[in-house]
């Protein structure tokens, strides 16, 4: 048995539902799709009359005629006309685009933009072999200069030593007559410091107190070249100190600004070496005349040989890249340019045979 549909409401419902609500601005009776049940949907408006009834009775007979009512059987197939099937032309081919000719193609290229040239890859610097060990040269050039300023220092307290021993007539002459036991012992301490300071413990890598060692064996070695001098009455050993300690002191300056190397570092030093030699035979032959020209020619070729020695020493250690706890103490890194006077001594025997060969 199928369900009655609900009866539209009454015209007098409607106006009682409209007019209960004051506040109501818009009141819809029922949803306006809905359609089956044979009503209108009614809008109420506070601020106009309601519609009359006939117009209402009159809106709510008229059936919706955009959907079918509730019972309405669906339309069968054959009762749908058949829409006719038009042919479709197919679309006309584009027409060829001319060949550009060359004065045409010549006029594109022209216009055209010109491609940017595509940048080559910078290659990467070659590491400096100079600089094992150190981040840049500044580093380099530091320990460079802290080292041949301890150079100049020891050699400079030399200095004072031999002119003690030279210059100082009693001791001259005491050093002289019965000097020879002190020689002797001053001898032995400078072995002893040698071995001990500069091969046995760099060997360890002991950074603790490196600058004492560097005080005792400079005093060591001051004290037995003073006593060689006064014992032998020689100038030589203090002109040669003089020379050293100057040129050490001069390539401790050209060392600020700029980077010594070995082949640099000897000519620099050869070159201050001869520079230096030649200023001290001039004030030896006016302070002492023409005999102690001997002395100040031996003592230049002794400063020659161990400037150059040194300076082949710091490069050596410092290509070896066996530094790097010696940064920090540079009083360290002196005592361990001793293990490398051998490595020089054969290098330049090398040299040397290389070349008359």
């Not at 809106?59 to 919706?64: E, G």
């Not at 070695?221 to 020379?243: C, D, E, K, Q, R």
């Not at 040129?247 to 190397?261: H, Y």
Request: hydrophobic content about 50%; some cysteine.
């Amino acid at each position: 048995m199928s369900a009655q549909p609900t009866p539209p409401p009454s015209y007098e419902q409607v106006l009682l539902e409209s007019q209960g609500d004051a506040n109501m601005e818009i009141f819809t009776v029922q949803n306006p799709r809905i359609t089956d049940l044979d009503y209108n949907a009614y809008t109420a408006d506070d601020q106009g009359p309601p519609p009359p009834r006939v117009a209402f009775v009159a809106s709510s007979a008229q059936p919706s005629p955009s959907l079918p009512r509730k019972g309405t059987p669906p339309a069968s197939p054959a009762n749908i006309p058949a829409l006719a099937l038009q042919p479709v032309s197919p679309a006309p081919a584009p027409a060829p685009a001319p060949a550009p000719t060359a004065a045409a193609a010549a006029a594109a290229a022209a216009a055209a933009p010109a491609a940017a040239p595509v940048p080559k890859p910078k290659p990467k610097p070659k590491p400096d072999p100079s600089l094992k060990g150190f981040k840049c040269k500044e580093d380099r050039r530091t320990l460079i200069r802290k080292l041949y300023l301890l150079m100049a220092a020891m050699q400079l307290a030399t200095v004072g030593s031999v002119s003690i021993f030279v210059f100082i007539m009693p001791i001259k002459h005491w050093m002289k007559k019965d000097g020879l036991p002190l020689l002797y012992a001053s001898i032995g301490i400078f072995v002893w410091c040698f071995f001990v300071l500069a091969v046995i413990l760099p060997s360890k890598k002991k950074v603790e107190g490196s600058s004492i060692r560097f005080v005792i064996f400079t005093i060591s070695y001051a004290w037995l070249l003073g006593a060689v001098s006064g014992h032998f009455a020689t100038y030589i050993l203090l002109a040669a100190a003089v020379v050293i300690g100057l040129t050490f002191l001069a390539a401790a300056i050209i060392s600020i600004k700029a980077d010594i190397n070995m082949k640099k570092g000897l000519i620099i030093v050869s070159v201050v070496v001869l520079f230096l030699v030649g200023l001290t035979c001039i004030g030896t032959y006016f302070a002492f005349g023409v005999d102690e020209l001997r002395d100040c020619g031996f003592g230049g070729l002794i400063a020659l040989v161990v400037s150059e020695l040194m300076t082949a020493c710091i490069q050596l250690m410092l290509s070896k890249n066996n530094h790097g706890f010696t940064k920090e103490s540079p009083c360290l890194a002196f005592f361990h340019l001793f293990s490398y006077i051998r490595d020089v001594v054969i290098m330049c025997i090398h040299k040397i045979l290389c070349c008359a060969l």
